[in-house]
DNA sequence: CATGAATGAGACTTCATTCAT
DNA sequence: TATGAATGAAGTCTCATTCAT
């Protein structure tokens, strides 16, 4: 028996597809979480090749037959944890029913449960560590990611704005600045926060971000009483 | 006593010293500008110690003989680097005159300019990319940049709140909230934004730091008639 | 009896047998055309056994059904492409009826035809490339290419010499004297000749052939009216 | 005392030079030959770097302190063996005294001595067999061996027909029917010959290369009483 | 017969650190 | 002090061969 083998449900024998076929499909997850979690743990250059594969329960050479390089590995990691959700984003945007602090609210905890609360949130790290190093990456990662995921954002201060909820101020900006504080809530939980240091006293994600939240559509809030700034996109 | 702690800022009195003498006190300072680039281009462990001994016009041999290991030569260059800024923010923030609102407008101002504008402002971008694999840095790092830098602004946000300028809201998570912009630009300026890689509009630092000091003192700004919070420090 | 042997020419009378069958008596030969092109192309070691059974239109398990191993594969297709040839031209010289000028250019022509311009003529660079790393080949091919083509080039030379029509140089030198231009040109075709690369003025291999030979024969001709040495042969 | 360190001349202790010195100037020649011996035993793809580096007494980093790359060992390889002959020759040349005849005499039999009769002659093996796998090489190879070598050879015949001494034949041709043998002589003893294969009667190289020559001159000499042709070169 | 997923030894190259000079 | 040659462990990727289906 392989060291692999135990990995493989052990109670149902092949009751409806063969278990070489099985593996076969369930191979590409497998090495996606394997790597996600490398990636996260050590950074991009770092983590090994091998130690994704033995993760993963299978020798080095099987995950090249999945993935043709390091990279190629890592930009499936990048699209298969991150592009979705953004996409999905998007959509919200287009049909929600409710204010804009509901939706930045809404959008924001969607982003906590699904990124910030897990290794993919980590992925953000790698980039901000490594796309120095490795040029393609960045191409990649500024298109797949970055672009869309400012696009909402934008998208939200902008029907904020329009909507007369929001002052009229720089859509870009104040994107950066809702954004920010999640990214470094990520950053932070994937690097200091997970080495066994003692740095300042510890704060609870959800409250931080939820401080964030309210500090930030106070700021954002048009004093009552005010004309609403109906053609404030620049 | 390690052979390098002596060597932290050894700008020393050699007014007149021969050139050859002068030259030789002046290598530890060259040493650390050269790692100071080298880490910051392209992070810890993809820095060349080869590399940062050519840079400062020594041979890799000498560069060891003031520097026991590279990450003996990395916490050089922090102590360097960061350690001076942040204990004069401390002494600011006792002496201050002014209002609280004018004190974080000066503290950020200032950190702008010698860390944020600088290389210096990378090494939040080493730390944050390889702390989890090096964790004597990360040791190092919490107790000698963090946890002064924290100290430092949740004294901020306290004298605001004792002095009636600021909402009573929780210390911890405010201060979080202050210096999360600013590490999240010093990141981005460090990779994603060194990068020729076209993401979103581009965005001036001086803006968006500006933009989030607003939007967080509307946001911390106690309405006008509220009976201020006199011990709200949790 | 290796499993491959009596697979070295198995074009087999399967006149009338439904299509999936003539495919399947098919495969050796497609096997065998794909594995030249490619082990001429490359060379031994570096083809790739997955390409061979890709360009033959089956997978990479079935050629080892076929052929036990890559090794095993050279050599039936050494056998297929040399082998016949070699044994026609022994026939011929026994029989030839002209002079032997003629008959060495009838060879000569016959085996740029067949070989020089094919991708036949390849298997000598591989040979040329490789034998030392590869000591069963070695012997193989000794045995059942060199010896016997030698042999008849031999049998030429000592003909001309017995008839009176070439003087009376040592058979065994003549005879590599004769063969190594046109090796030298199927060599050349398949390494240098085959890059892009501008080297030297080219040359047309048809006149390369007709102006060794003439030289050849210009230097082997008897001078009129000398006696012709009747056992010169060494 | 490491493995190599018997390889130096341990008779005479640092008399001239210091030994890591002395060891430094000799290192790149030990490298070239123990990379030839190794390139021409096993083929450029096929030998190892760190056998190249046990040969010459090294690890296998140092070899890289020395040649970036397999591929720049290899080209170093190639300029030190063959570079500097192939000038020697065009400078004989251009200031021959005797006749063309014993012009080529002379340059066959010093190539004999210096190329062919050593491992430098294996060159032409690692070539033959691996150009068509590595472009860089094959450009290189065309550039700095072969197009100074035909020059040298067509230079030769030229000289021949205008002084009179050779038939008016085509000159390229001529040349390549020169270098031919040569050439075949030393993929013969680097490649089948130099296995322990017993292949036709073993022919002794110099009588192989005079016969060759012979029979060259035999073909391409005037016959007496003939107009020589002064404009013949093509 | 046929498939193709899986293996794992082995290749080139890099680089922090040492140490004789 | 200063040098820089030398080391060797470690990392990514390849490919002939096997074998369960």
């Known amino acids: 028996m392989r060291p692999s083998e135990h990995l493989v449900d052990p109670i149902a024998p092949a009751a409806t597809a063969p278990a070489r076929q099985r593996r076969k ?3 590409p997850q497998e090495l996606l979480d394997a790597a996600l979690a490398l990636f996260v743990e050590k950074g991009f250059a770092a983590a090994r090749t091998d130690e994704v594969a033995t ?8 995950l090249y037959l999945y993935y043709p390089s390091k990279e190629e590995l890592f930009k499936a990691v990048v699209r298969h944890n991150l ?3 953004i996409a999905e984003g998007i959509e919200t945007l287009a049909a929600y029913p409710g204010t804009t602090a509901e939706l930045l609210r809404y959008v924001t905890h969607t982003w906590w449960e699904r990124i910030g609360a897990t290794d ?9 560590a490594e796309v120095r190093n490795f040029p393609e990456i960045a191409a990649f990662y500024a298109a797949e990611v970055i672009e869309p995921a400012h696009r909402l954002f934008r998208g939200i201060v902008a029907r904020g704005i329009e909507r007369g909820e929001f002052r009229a101020l720089p859509v870009n900006e104040v994107a950066h600045a809702m954004i920010a504080p999640m990214i470094f809530l990520a950053l932070h939980r994937h690097s200091i926060g997970a080495c066994e240091v003692a740095c300042g006293e510890p704060v609870e994600p959800r409250t931080l971000l939820d401080t964030h939240l309210e500090l930030l559509l106070n700021g954002l809030a048009r004093p009552a009483g005010t004309t609403p700034a109906r053609k404030a996109r620049r």
Request: hydrophobic fraction near 45%; charged fraction near 20%; aromatic fraction near 0%.
């Open 83 to 85: 592009g979705a959700l």
């Open 55 to 62: 993760r993963a329960g299978v020798s080095k050479g099987t």
């Open 25 to 27: 499909e369930a191979r």
């Open 120 to 128: 993919a949130g980590g992925i953000h790290k790698v980039i901000v």
